[in-house]
């Protein structure tokens, strides 16, 4: 899983992250070609040209599927499967690719209320990542200048107060977290 369902699950096995979890109604998954054609054997998929991913519905979720060497994501397939992280049989994206995904999808989705989602999970897994062994390399090696401004441009952003549910005591301190990691992806 890649996208909203990866950074709750990032969330809320990180200690102390689980008040900041927020569920989702769709998923992004980014398989094998192997796994696409299993998957195209089960479910009937819509393609999405326009954003080079496929789509399909079941049990109330949407699910985006991106398929290694298809999709236009930032980060290949084969680091994200590599360094997938398990949850409880649940393969999620190391949060290093993780950010760089959605630090993707933030910038293609600036100024929408998608794009204040996606700003919001950059901070969550920022936090994740200030709490776990972050390794600021893995995540550069796919980082583009865009995405480092808009890290620069999320560190000033109003999201913090609204994490934090109005609470500035909490938002200073999510802020320097998300200060300190951002700095040590900067020396990267």
Partial sequence: ?????????????????????????????????????????????????????????????????????????????????ADARDYDGVKVAAPEHLLVLKLEAAVERRGSEHGRKDIKDIIRLMLVAQASKFDPERCVAFMQDRHLAMLEEIAKSPEFMSLARGNAKEAKAMRSKFSTVLESTRKA
């Fill in 1 to 81: 899983f890649i996208g909203g369902i990866g950074v709750y699950l990032h969330t809320v096995n990180t200690s102390g992250l689980k008040g900041l979890a927020e569920a989702t109604r769709d998923a992004d998954l980014y398989i094998s070609i192997a796994g696409f054609s299993d998957l195209r054997e089960i479910e009937e998929l819509s393609p999405n040209t326009r954003l080079n991913k496929h789509e399909f519905r079941k049990g109330g979720f949407s699910f985006d599927v991106y398929t290694e060497r298809h999709s236009s994501l930032p980060v290949p397939y084969a680091e994200v499967a």
